[in-house]
């Protein structure tokens, strides 16, 4: 992958990390994601009293994408104040949703990308109704 574009990924997440809102688990999750048109977007976790509508910070960069009007998901970073945490399964769906299986799926802790997966191997044989990138 490109460095320039993992050194955006990252400065983008890490910024955003500083924005999580995560009072009851105190850690905090940030993403980036690059769109088709090679945008970054940022997300970051988003907990609440009524614990399980807590957002996850992938779901909520994918969810900013698409509402800009993002067609497919090209890479993945995410950040967390813990170490590098690999997606949980809930958000590796929704990333293949807009992915493909070679998509590229960082993982960051302190700055520096610690990890580096693709989707198809955190998520092989993914639910998929439409198998083209992105939306028809
Ligand atoms: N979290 C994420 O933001 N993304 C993940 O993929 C794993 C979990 C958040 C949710 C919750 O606010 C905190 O991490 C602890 O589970």
Same mark, same amino acid.
């Given at each position: 992958? #490109?460095? %320039?574009?993992?050194?955006?990924?990252?400065?983008?997440?890490?910024?955003?990390?500083?924005?999580?809102?995560?009072?009851?688990?105190?850690?905090? /999750?940030?993403?980036?994601?690059?769109? #088709?048109?090679?945008?970054?977007?940022?997300?970051? !976790? /988003?907990? !609440?009293?009524?614990?399980?509508?807590? @957002?996850? *910070?992938?779901?909520?960069?994918? *969810?900013? &994408?698409? *509402?800009?009007?993002?067609?497919?998901?090209?890479?993945?970073?995410? @950040?967390?104040?813990?170490? &590098?945490?690999?997606?949980?399964?809930?958000?590796? %769906?929704?990333?293949?949703?807009?992915?493909?299986?070679?998509?590229?799926?960082?993982?960051?802790?302190?700055?520096?990308?610690?990890?580096?997966?693709?989707?198809?191997?955190?998520?092989?044989?993914?639910?998929?109704?439409?198998?083209?990138?992105?939306?028809?």
């Amino acid at each position: 992958m #490109d460095e %320039q574009v993992k050194s955006k990924l990252l400065e983008a997440a890490a910024q955003a990390l500083e924005n999580a809102y995560s009072p009851y688990s105190g850690i905090s /999750v940030a993403a980036a994601v690059m769109d #088709d048109r090679g945008r970054i977007f940022s997300g970051v !976790n /988003v907990e !609440n009293a009524s614990l399980g509508l807590t @957002i996850c *910070a992938e779901r909520n960069a994918i *969810a900013r &994408a698409v *509402a800009d009007g993002a067609k497919s998901i090209e890479a993945v970073l995410i @950040i967390s104040s813990i170490g &590098a945490i690999p997606p949980c399964g809930a958000c590796r %769906q929704v990333i293949a949703e807009f992915a493909m299986p070679e998509t590229p799926i960082l993982l960051a802790f302190e700055g520096k990308i610690i990890e580096e997966r693709t989707l198809g191997e955190l998520l092989p044989d993914a639910f998929k109704l439409n198998r083209d990138k992105g939306r028809s």
